[in-house]
């Protein structure tokens, strides 16, 4: 149980350390350009370039909101298919123990742990949509 209250604490705190440097650097970026856009509400706004995103700084968060769906997007395929690999060679075990409890066991655990680390993932997604009700991400 420990273990599993350390590894949920671990994402959590991973998702928080990778989302935040992104997040507070839109403002800084926004400082640096002036090139200016229409926002969706038709108001004037400041285009603010990235590598991956180029996005309207309007002054209303939503610079932040772009980079957050960005980071979000991307954490969702990753944990997607990270975890349809794991559940596949966690079955292929459990399918292939022939018999052996150990192996048995890591398999259960495995998928086990991939269940409950797939859980935590979704709460935090909805926890996000339920802070940012305007937050779309795909």
Not at 41 to 57: K, N
Not at 75 to 91: C, K, Y
Not at 95 to 114: D, M, S
Request: aromatic content about 6%; some cysteine.
């Amino acid at each position: 149980m420990k273990k599993i209250l350390s590894l949920i604490i671990a994402v959590i705190l991973g998702g928080f350390a990778l989302a935040m440097p992104l997040a507070s650097s839109a403002p800084a970026l926004a400082a640096t350009e002036n090139t200016p856009c229409t926002c969706a509400d038709g108001s004037s706004g400041t285009e603010v370039p990235g590598a991956i995103l180029h996005y309207c700084d309007c002054g209303n968060g939503e610079s932040i909101k772009a980079v957050l769906s960005l980071v979000v997007n991307i954490m969702t395929v990753g944990i997607g298919i990270l975890g349809a690999i794991g559940l596949t060679v966690s079955g292929i075990q459990y399918l292939t123990a022939g018999g052996n409890e150990e192996q048995t066991r890591k398999a259960k655990r495995r998928i086990f742990e991939i269940v409950i680390g797939l859980a935590v993932y979704v709460t935090i997604y909805a926890i996000l949509n339920w802070l940012i009700p305007d937050f779309h991400t795909f």
